[in-house]
């Protein structure tokens, strides 16, 4: 079945360690990316990519990194600078511009 | 101003009724619109995608945009129960990126 993962489901990390998040799908989509969400609120963009070997900064991409070598993955790295990592993150990819969004399950990140 | 706004709730309506649910943006050559359905501790799932003014139903759900007025709304018709979650608008402009609203929480009471 077609469609995209994130792993692992549920994510613990001490303060001050970087973690990289997986996502990867099989849906043949051109376009990934990463969104960040804290209780009670929306989604928050954190890194975008489009095309292999190219991305862009979404509206809170500090203390995060991504890389895009193929088009099926996009992982993310929470790094020690981000001051407050502790959230879910969902990976979402599209097929072209314009065309919706489908998410993986999310991975929930504790950082204590 | 938010880029997407809505009203966090939580909108109470009977089992049913009429959900309505609104959203503004801001961004006037915003192309494309979403709404979606979060359910507590999951990922979103795609309920419609609207793209021109006017319009658009699929069984219950009719999502309605007047891009002039920078407004998109979703109407629930016979709300269930099981609609009871949080609803979130999306909007996608020419640069790709899809901002979300907040969400509105929606509680359909038996």
């Known amino acids: 079945d077609g469609g995209i993962t994130q792993s692992p489901k549920y994510l613990f990390r001490k303060e001050g360690q970087n973690v990289t998040l997986s996502c990867e799908q099989n849906l043949n989509h051109d376009a990934m990316y990463w969104y960040r969400q804290d209780p009670g609120q929306g989604l928050r963009l954190i890194y975008y990519s489009q095309i292999v070997n190219d991305f862009q900064k979404g509206d809170i991409a500090e203390g995060y990194s991504v890389s895009r070598e193929k088009k099926e993955s996009f992982p993310l790295t929470v790094t020690s600078a981000q001051k407050n990592p502790t959230a879910f993150y969902l990976c979402?990819?599209?097929?072209?511009?314009?065309?919706?969004?489908?998410f993986g399950n999310g991975t929930r990140l504790t950082v204590t | 101003q938010k880029e997407v706004e809505q009203n966090s709730g939580p909108l109470s309506v009977p089992e049913g009724a009429i959900a309505s649910l609104n959203c503004t943006y801001s961004d006037r050559v915003s192309q494309s619109f979403f709404w979606y359905r979060q359910y507590s501790g999951k990922s979103p799932e795609l309920i419609m995608s609207i793209y021109s003014n006017g319009d658009k139903e699929d069984g219950r759900f009719t999502a309605q945009l007047n891009k002039a007025s920078q407004y998109v709304s979703l109407l629930i018709r016979d709300s269930q129960p099981s609609d009871s979650a949080t609803y979130l608008c999306?909007?996608?402009?020419?640069?790709?990126?899809?901002?979300f609203g907040q969400g509105t929480t929606l509680q359909v009471k038996p």
């Open positions: 979402a990819s599209s097929s072209t511009g314009g065309s919706p969004l489908h």
């Open positions: 999306a909007v996608m402009g020419n640069t790709g990126k899809l901002i």
